[in-house]
């Protein structure tokens, strides 16, 4: 290894050596020395006038989610949730599989969404019929739930929070 304080010592004494070395057109190797001094003046000026080279593009992968309503005859629905899949069709298979573990005989998927955030808001239509309605947002867990909520009071009453807000927003890794 090179002790780079002396390695400095000795480039800076060179120097004046350095830059006298070419000066005299009579000396038997100042061609020679010309070119050498001219090699090493293009190396620097590439060096330092190069442009920088382009930032390495980051790659993001997409995220999925799903929401799958679950039911047996004369009983009321339950739903499913799979969050953060890297592709629809796994998450898809998660919640129908959560689903069918409960021993549920109809598992359908309701809703599915990609690189974003999905809640549910659930509200009545009729006496007898309620129904969950879906908001998205690609960031923002509130604006999700705002959204669900404003899709419910548009055309039910007595809206409310159901479950949670998840999010599958993209990821720098594939899996």
Same mark, same amino acid.
């Given at each position: 290894?090179? %002790?780079?304080? /002396?390695?400095?010592?000795? @480039?800076?004494?060179?120097?004046?050596?350095?830059?006298?070395?070419?000066? %005299?057109?009579?000396?038997?190797?100042?061609?020679?020395?010309?070119?050498? !001094?001219?090699?090493?003046?293009?190396?620097?000026?590439?060096?330092?006038?190069?442009?920088?080279?382009?930032?390495?593009?980051?790659?993001?992968?997409?995220?999925? $989610?799903?929401?799958?309503?679950?039911?047996?005859?004369? !009983?009321?629905? *339950?739903?499913?949730?799979?969050?953060?899949?890297?592709?629809? !069709?796994?998450? !898809?298979?998660? @919640?129908?599989?959560?689903?069918?573990?409960?021993?549920? #005989? *109809?598992?359908?998927?309701?809703?599915?969404?990609?690189? $974003?955030?999905?809640?549910? *808001?659930?509200?009545?239509? /009729?006496? #007898?019929?309620?129904?969950?309605?879906?908001?998205?947002?690609?960031?923002?867990?509130?604006?999700?739930?705002?959204? /669900?909520?404003?899709?419910?009071? @548009?055309?039910? *009453?007595?809206?409310?929070?159901? $479950? #949670?807000?998840?999010?599958?927003?993209?990821?720098?890794?594939?899996?």
């Amino acid at each position: 290894m090179i %002790n780079k304080p /002396s390695y400095l010592i000795a @480039a800076l004494l060179m120097m004046p050596v350095l830059a006298s070395a070419c000066n %005299n057109p009579q000396d038997p190797g100042f061609a020679a020395c010309m070119q050498n !001094e001219a090699m090493h003046r293009d190396h620097a000026h590439r060096m330092h006038m190069s442009p920088s080279p382009a930032p390495a593009a980051v790659t993001y992968y997409s995220r999925y $989610g799903v929401v799958v309503q679950g039911w047996r005859h004369n !009983e009321p629905t *339950t739903i499913f949730r799979a969050n953060d899949y890297p592709s629809m !069709e796994m998450a !898809e298979h998660a @919640a129908i599989t959560r689903c069918r573990q409960q021993g549920l #005989t *109809t598992c359908n998927v309701l809703f599915n969404y990609q690189n $974003g955030c999905f809640a549910l *808001t659930k509200g009545t239509l /009729s006496p #007898t019929v309620q129904r969950v309605f879906p908001g998205v947002h690609k960031s923002s867990k509130w604006r999700a739930r705002n959204q /669900s909520m404003q899709n419910c009071r @548009a055309s039910a *009453t007595n809206c409310e929070a159901y $479950g #949670t807000v998840d999010c599958a927003l993209p990821s720098r890794t594939p899996y």
